[in-house]
């Protein structure tokens, strides 16, 4: 009979009268450790909108824009919330961090006549200085029935405010089409846009 090296210890032990040493605990192995499920597209309704300075009409604006990026993705929205499988709840972190100049919108400076017939461009005061918002869109899918996160992916970006590209309408879309161009892949932080 073969014995192995912790028990025949134990029975020697044993024997000669002395305490027993401890065996090792050991745990039956059952086979790899399951990674989590990959998310699929599917059926989803929007959940919480937050950040500090969201104002109301930014919400909407940032709210249509996670919906034509999930859509793209392959998702179906559903407008009720108790039947979506995933819950898409979304967080916009909006930070001055400073002030730029930005020279005036494209399409020339303010055409004025003069007596009727003679046209001349006027300058419109040259550059202004205006606030640099960073932007961080964060979108987190989790399923319904059980509550639990499936997947969560962001996007950052720095715009000059004011301007056309500093625009919410346009820095959301960016920023939730670059969110949702990583699923199903998970990140270890926000990828950074231009």
Known sequence: ???VPAAAAFL????QGAPAA???VTRPVTGPVAAPAIPTAGTVTIGAITGEALTEPAR????DAVERALAAR?????GDPGHGRYIADVTVDRQARGAVSAGRARGGPPAVSLNGGVSIGLPAGGNRLNDLVVTELTITLSERRVARVVWSGSAVTARVSGTPQGG?????QTLADAAMAQFPARTAGPISVP
């Open 22 to 24: 401890q065996a090792p």
């Open 60 to 63: 909407v604006v940032f709210r």
């Open 168 to 172: 919410a309408a346009l820095v959301g």
């Open 1 to 3: 009979m073969m014995l």
């Open 12 to 15: 020697l032990a044993l024997v």
């Open 74 to 78: 392959g998702f179906t929205l559903l």
